[in-house]
């Protein structure tokens, strides 16, 4: 497609439910990035794909978070058992290698 | 390990006022520099970037920023703001040579333009 596309663009749950948001990258990128932007703060690097393996999990929480990519299209972040501090903007970005990184609008999750 | 620095978490200013934003960055290395836009209800964009050469960055919709290595920052500047430049500002930064790209983010600074 024309840009990064996420959904759901908004997520409400109630505390101790999983939860799936997607990302479909501009074609031909293969790096992808997820970040969290909890309110008022700056973007949270999460986990970092080169094709369909992740070089790079350090930002991931703790283990009720996870990822995965199919090949250089669609990824997969799913947060096990939320938690009231997981509420924020899960953003994605997708660039060719070390290039600019194109963004989505992110999926807001809420929970309750 | 790095970290980036927005000193500045909410300017407000008229219209045609003169427009810096500050931007320190931690890192040993080399790096790349990157300010990132946020207009409401939009995705983040890439105002202008810093690679090497110039220090002197020229990007979108008449900002610039300034790389001044020995003092760690990358402060962006707009001669005269518009309402439309209403928006969120993120500073970020990547280590060279990067096998990532990931990008390190500063905190934001949130600009309101009063008309």
């Known amino acids: 497609g024309a840009g990064v596309s996420q959904s759901p663009s908004n997520k409400v749950t109630e505390k101790g439910k999983d939860v799936e948001l997607r990302c479909d990258p501009i074609s031909g990128h293969t790096a992808l990035y997820w970040y969290r932007q909890r309110l008022g703060q700056g973007l949270e690097f999460l986990i970092y794909?080169?094709?369909?393996?992740?070089?790079?999990k350090s930002g991931l929480p703790s283990d009720r978070f996870s990822a995965e990519r199919t090949g250089e299209s669609v990824s997969t972040l799913t947060i096990q058992r939320t938690q009231q501090e997981d509420s924020a903007v899960y953003l994605c970005a997708s660039s060719i290698p070390t290039g600019e990184l194109f963004f989505g609008e992110g999926s807001r999750l809420t929970v309750l | 390990a790095q970290s980036v620095s927005q000193h500045n978490h909410h300017v407000i200013l008229s219209e045609a006022a003169s427009l810096e934003l500050g931007c320190n960055y931690s890192y040993g290395g080399t790096v790349n520099l990157f300010w990132y836009v946020q207009y409401p209800g939009q995705h983040l964009q890439l105002l202008l970037k810093y690679f090497s050469g110039d220090p002197l960055v020229k990007g979108i919709k008449g900002f610039e920023a300034e790389f001044i290595k020995s003092k760690f920052s990358f402060n962006l500047r707009k001669p005269s703001v518009q309402w439309s430049d209403t928006a969120e500002y993120f500073c970020a930064v990547n280590g060279r040579p990067s096998n990532t790209g990931k990008l390190i983010f500063g905190q934001g600074t949130t600009l309101q333009v009063k008309p």
């Open positions: 794909f080169q094709g369909n393996s992740a070089p790079d």
